[in-house]
């Protein structure tokens, strides 16, 4: 691509880029989860100069100095550090050279941008403005201040150029340039409200809207064209993507002037406070960077990127997936040896303009998709809980780096697997021209982003396009400093000092909604991250034909290391017509979707926290606090020995004259009459104000019990049966014999293990051991119909085990003390003791009364 010249001004033909070598977090791994050997890459290109050039984003430019994290400029061939005077004094010119004439166009943007703003001021005092005074001014923040410092510095700096010598010296422009970045905080502070209000004003107002959209930019003055045409929103980027730019430049000249220049101290002076000033405002800027020109001059920015599970040729890959404002482009990291650059290898890419999402009756039969058994994911999670607390052990006691490394790495692996292989929910997109892409989500809110942000970049006016094997390679090649997300998102590439998050159980009461402009039939889910991704935890009813619905339901979720909530609000699809050809198809409309933070100083706390999540004009009201892991098993003993929450097993069964308590049988009777074939029967949460107004009716021993089990929700019955067995004043196997099960199941010897398992049964209190062998039996009557319940036996052992088996308070006492410890440690034991149980062919209670083995439960 031809680069702009400024005024016979000699043009640059290469580029000084280096892209940094950052930690990819996956490095023995490529996208596919398979190990590879670190091979050097196939030579090492060097990009074409591009006008808008491939500019770095300012979370990479920042880290530049000290650090090796940033762009080093790499000479052309024959000019090395020892440069004569000379042709370092030529490569300077060339430097300035090319971003003379990119400032040029820069004033001409800004001049763009103030060009509508004072005819919308004229307007504003009269009876019919276009915007107010206040919606103005909040637009064009500063944009007159930034033009001014811009033409200022223009005009000085372009004579110097012209009349270029030896002597020049010009590092007190960028010194003075650099010295008035305030101006562009006061721009970045205000930059996403700008925006916002730029877009509501566009929406409301068509007469904005038409100005907004087709702004004119003067061209340069040797170009052909008169003017280019451009949005207000991508002008407004501008003067974010310019500050990244002349730090660039900086990097240049410092290479490229003597160390006894007058100019170098000036320019090291300017290079330091545009990187502080790049690193103070990291956070608060958009994260779309300028990428390269499309072959008609236009701007493509990045508009979203992040990793993806592909379902390609009947496996599934983890992906790179960069969404740009005309194409969308799938990318895999090459795998390279240390020290040289990493690159991306493109799968494939489609073109906005010819992309579809066909609807789940329109789209080809999907490729056959093996989901991963649920008790393997499980397990997984109970192997990265147990490795963190490995590390955190050899770290307390000051171990060596090596065998932390090593564990790390163990880690990783376990979280690679999990995250390649719990993904279920399909999001298909198309090539009008031919092949069709599957991905795997395991968020709906995380597809309904994607679907979105693609869906506005096709509003535009785009045309289709097919890439030259030179463009794709230098789309390809930006994306490595383009990127906005840089590690794979596992838990083991988070900081050291990052927040751990929650563990232990979130209770959310979903209260209403309003903001519907018309009635629908409405119903909220809930999502939470766990284990580096993120997961739907609950499902409010379906309140029909309304705008308002009041649904005031109460979910529990458990947390696992978690730091968000979202709410997704659909609107139930009831059309027939919508076939789902996968069953984890979501066919609903999303009418509204919001996600909070979950700060451990607000929700953890004994009241309640009333909040509201407001999206698309919609506003769901919730209320929640949290309890954490410790504290949500404490057993209280009722004071009461009425009722029968709280109340000793023994109590109970003597009182009723039972051998199994009634809440126990008639909830179980209830499951197996019409939940046994219920997805996630005791995994998904039932609601829990059902749940209590189920607990008091069997502490009242009302005589409608019976009446209102028939009409409650079959989630909210398991719901009720698993807080009886957590609410006992001690778990059903009982304290005394916890550390004798934990010693039982870690023995390695099958005849021993069964001698002592089977001892230890028989060593449990009549009402707890019956009660214990009739739950069991009906675990695995649940198991047996997996295959449309989706629980198995260790899914059915993972819900209970924890329930059932748990150190008492003194025991807690003397071990680790964290929650993701107490987690780790004891519940992998909790699940493998139910677990042996649930394997464990029929056991008669007479039989084991009749067996005489005898010996000490102190194993």
Partial sequence: MEPLSHRGLPRLSWIDTLYSNFSYGADDYDGEGNEEQKVPPEGSETMPYID?????????????????????????????????????????????????????????????????????????????????????????????????????????????????????????????????LGVYKAFVDNYKIALETAEKCSQSNNQFQKISEELKVKAPKDSKDSHTSITMEALLYKPIDRVTRSTLVLHDLLKHTPVDHPDYPLLQDALRISQNFLSSINEDIDPRRTAVTTPKGETRQLVKDGFLVEMAESSRKLRHVFLFTDVLLCAKLKKTSVGKHQQYDCKWYIPLADLVFPSPEESEPSPQVHPFPDHELEDMKMKISALKSEIQKERASK???????????????????????????????????????????????????????????????????????????????????????????????????????????????????????????????????????????????????????????????????????????????????????????????????????????????KNWHMDVIEMNGIKVEFSMKFTSRDMSLKRTPSKKQTGVFGVKISVVTKRERSKVPYIVRQCVEEVEKRGIEEIGIYRISGVATDIQALKAVFDANNKDVLVMLSDMDINAIAGTLKLYFRELPEPLLTDRLYPAFMEGIALSDPAAKENCMMHLLRTLPDPNLITFLFLLEHLKRVAEKEPINKMSLHNLATVFGPTLLRPSEVESKGHLTSASDIWSHDVMAQVQVLLYYLQHPPISFAELKRNTLYFSTDV
């Fill in 399 to 605: 171990g060596q780096s090596r065998a932390i490394e090593r564990l790390k790495k163990k880690m990783f692996e376990n979280e690679f697997l999990l995250l390649l292989n719990s993904p279920t929910i399909p999001f298909r997109i198309h090539n009008r021209n031919g092949k069709s892409y599957l991905f795997l989500l395991s968020s709906d809110y995380e597809r309904s982003e994607w679907r979105e942000a693609i869906q506005k970049l096709q509003k535009k006016d785009l045309q289709a396009f097919v890439l030259s094997s030179v463009e794709l390679q230098v789309l390809t090649g930006s994306c490595f400093k383009l990127r906005t997300v840089h590690n794979i998102p596992v838990t083991s590439n988070k900081d050291d000092d990052e927040a751990p998050g929650l563990y232990g159980f979130l209770h959310v009461i979903v209260h209403s909604a309003k903001g519907f402009k018309q009635s629908a039939n409405l119903y909220c889910t809930l999502e939470v991250d766990s284990f580096g991704y993120f997961v739907s935890k609950a499902k409010t009813r379906v309140f029909r034909d309304t705008t308002e619905p009041q649904w005031n339901e109460e979910f529990e979720i458990e947390l696992e290391g978690s730091q968000s909530l979202r709410i997704l609000c659909y609107e139930k699809c009831y059309d027939k017509t919508k076939v789902n050809k996968d069953n984890n198809e979501i066919v609903d409309k999303i009418m509204g979707k919001g996600q909070i933070q979950l700060d451990p100083q607000t929700v953890q706390t």
């Fill in 52 to 180: 808008e050039s491939p500019t770095m984003s300012p979370q990479l430019s920042a880290r530049s100095q000290g650090g090796g994290d940033g762009i080093l400029p790499t000479p052309p061939e024959g000019l090395g550090p020892a440069v004569e005077a000379g042709k370092g004094l030529e490569m300077r010119k060339l430097v300035l050279s090319g971003f003379l004439a990119s400032e040029e166009i820069y004033i001409n943007q800004l001049e763009a941008l103030l060009l509508p703003m004072k005819p919308l001021k004229a307007t504003a005092t009269t009876s019919q403005p276009v915007l107010t005074i206040q919606q103005i001014e909040t637009i064009f923040y500063k944009i007159q201040d930034i033009y001014e410092i811009h033409k200022e510095f223009y005009d000085n700096l372009c004579p110097k150029v012209q009349q270029w010598d030896s002597q020049v010296t010009l590092g007190h422009l960028f010194q003075k340039l650099a010295s008035q």
